[in-house]
């Protein structure tokens, strides 16, 4: 499975943005897919995830303001950002996996991330 994360950008706080996670293969509808972001000096941290029926997991410094969906038939996963905040700025990886468990341990597949950033 290859991984392509795109829609990044600059925004305002405030902002959206709607960052979107192809995926290549003919399994990706099994996968529990991730975003994960790390930020400048900080660790990799959670974001969210989504099981294959669409199960979602949020962080709880999103909660409430970002939103997974995936579409099967176009093999993608969206992540949803709105009222972005500066502390949001990082940069945005999809992973996909056959559990929650596999890409929470940085298993499984992943994408090169796209960057964020949200001016004050």
């Known amino acids: 499975v290859q991984l392509q994360a795109s829609g990044g950008g600059l925004v305002q706080a405030g902002g959206s943005l709607r960052l979107s996670c192809a995926a290549s293969?003919?399994?990706?509808?099994?996968?529990?897919m991730g975003w994960f972001r790390q930020a400048p000096g900080k660790e990799r941290e959670f974001v969210g995830d989504?099981?294959?029926?669409?199960?979602?997991d949020y962080a709880d410094s999103v909660k409430g303001r970002f939103t997974i969906f995936r579409d099967n038939a176009k093999n993608t996963v969206y992540l949803q950002m709105n009222s972005l905040k500066p502390g949001d700025t990082a940069v945005y990886s999809c992973?996909?996996?056959?559990?929650?468990?596999?890409?929470?341990?940085?298993?499984?597949?992943w994408g090169q991330g796209t960057q964020v950033t949200v001016s004050s």
């Open positions: 992973a996909a996996g056959q559990s929650i468990a596999t890409i929470h341990r940085g298993a499984g597949y």
């Open positions: 989504i099981t294959w029926n669409g199960i979602t």
């Open positions: 293969g003919r399994t990706f509808s099994s996968y529990v």
